[in-house]
Structures are given as structure tokens and as C-alpha cells.
């Protein structure tokens, strides 16, 4: 499709477990962003990616998440050890380099049990 | 660091008639955009309405236009003939332009619930 995709759509895990959340950019795009919305709050930004490196991962909340987009298209976010607290919704969004404008997926909602 | 705070939890509004929605925001930078984003409760943030801060004229985009007042940092979005289709979180967003293509993350402010009544 030509909008960004985030699978899985929706994800229940319980505490300790390991997770992987998907996000395929718009073709072209060379700017990706990983945000966290927990329920009736803004997003929160988590990392940015300009290509294939990442331009600021200061909004990682500590080191059991990661992320990664090894060859500057689809990238990962990965959450080890999930806590209950990690439970959200995660929006990927992607953009060309030079607008500033960010297009986003329907998000993944993780759910830690 | 650069903030941006919705003083408005939440709004309603007739169908038909006009809302505004408050933005202000802080930044000690001089080169930046500001965003206007909807998100109904399918989820998907979909742009409303984007300001370049070098920019003197409002921008507007058919129902949307939004009152830029650069000294005063306040950001405010006008809906003209409110839709039911219109009910959804608004968040005003910021982003830093470094220069060039460089830009910075986007931040978001807290939201503001519109509900469009008929």
C-alpha cells in the first residue's frame, strides 16, 4: 500500500516476555520515527531514524528497548523483558527528508499482561 | 528542550458552528514548523494544517486556519462549519528545523477532545 504499515495491529503478551513491533515505511522515505501513546495522552517520542542509523534514540525509556533498520526501509522496535507498564499504543511515522511532515501507521497496541 | 502545551482537555461544539483550539508552545529556536494533527479513534494521526515559522500569513487549509502569533508562541487551530466527521483528539505538534534537511523530533502537546454535537 502506499501508507506506512505497523503489524502486528495488536499484541498481548505477558510480563518477562520478549516482543518485536513492525513498521514499513512509505517507499522513498528516509526519515522513521518510533512514538509511544499511552491512552489519552500525546505521543511520546522514542527514536528517529535518518536512514539506516539512528539521528536520536533519546527518548528510549531504558535499555530493554531497542530498535533498529538495518538497510534504511522496514525497521523493528524491540522490547525485551515487557513490564506492564510498557503497555500502549507504539506509532511508527515516516517521512522525506526534507518537509518535516511526518505520515503515520495505525499504530500497534501491546498489551502486557 | 522544546514544549508544547493544549490548556483545553476537551471541547464540543454544534455542527455547523466554529471552534478554536489553544496551542502555545517554548522553544529558544528560530526556525521551526508547527502541526496541527487529528486523530479519530481509528488511531491514525492524519495532518490537519502545518505553519512555517518564517512565515507571516496564516495558514489555512478549507474549514482549518490557525491564528500563528510568533512572539507570543501561541498556535491556535479554527474549525469553520464543524462536521460530525471532525470529532476526534487534536494535538498540536512542534519540529525543529536545523537547516537544510536537517530536522529535529516532532513534539506533541497533550491533546484536546473535540466532540461535534448534531
Known amino acids: 500500500g502506499a501508507g506506512v504499515s505497523q503489524t502486528p495491529s495488536n499484541k498481548v503478551t505477558e510480563k518477562g516476555k520478549y516482543v518485536e513491533l513492525r513498521c514499513d515505511p512509505i517507499s522513498g522515505h528516509t526519515a522513521l520515527y518510533w512514538y509511544r501513546q499511552s491512552l489519552g495522552q500525546g505521543p511520546e517520542f522514542l527514536i528517529y531514524f535518518q536512514g539506516t542509523g539512528a539521528a536520536d534514540d533519546s527518548g528510549l525509556p531504558n535499555d530493554r528497548f531497542f530498535a533498529v533498520r538495518p538497510e534504511g526501509s522496514v525497521s523493528t522496535l524491540k522490547i525485551q523483558r515487557t513490564e506492564r507498564g510498557d503497555s500502549a499504543v507504539y506509532l511508527c511515522?515516516?517521512?522525506?527528508?526534507?518537509?518535516?511532515?511526518?505520515?503515520f501507521g495505525e499504530g500497534s497496541r501491546l498489551t502486557v499482561l | 528542550a522544546q514544549t508544547v502545551t493544549q490548556s483545553q482537555p476537551e471541547m464540543s461544539v454544534q455542527e455547523a458552528e466554529t471552534v478554536t483550539l489553544s496551542c502555545t508552545y517554548d522553544t529558544s529556536e528560530n526556525n521551526y514548523y508547527l502541526f496541527w494533527y487529528k486523530q479519530p479513534p481509528s488511531r491514525q494521526m492524519i495532518l490537519v494544517i502545518r505553519?512555517?515559522?518564517?512565515?507571516?500569513q496564516n495558514a489555512t487549509e478549507n474549514r482549518f486556519s490557525v491564528n500563528f502569533q510568533k512572539a507570543a508562541k501561541s498556535f491556535s487551530l479554527k474549525i469553520s462549519d464543524s462536521q460530525l466527521g471532525d470529532t476526534a483528539m487534536y494535538f498540536c505538534a512542534f519540529i525543529f528545523n536545523a537547516g537544510g534537511t536537517s530536522y529535529g523530533k516532532l513534539t506533541f502537546g497533550q491533546g484536546t477532545i473535540l466532540t461535534v454535537h448534531p
Open positions: 505553519q512555517e515559522a518564517y512565515k507571516q
Open positions: 511515522a515516516s517521512s522525506l527528508e526534507n518537509t518535516g511532515e511526518l505520515f
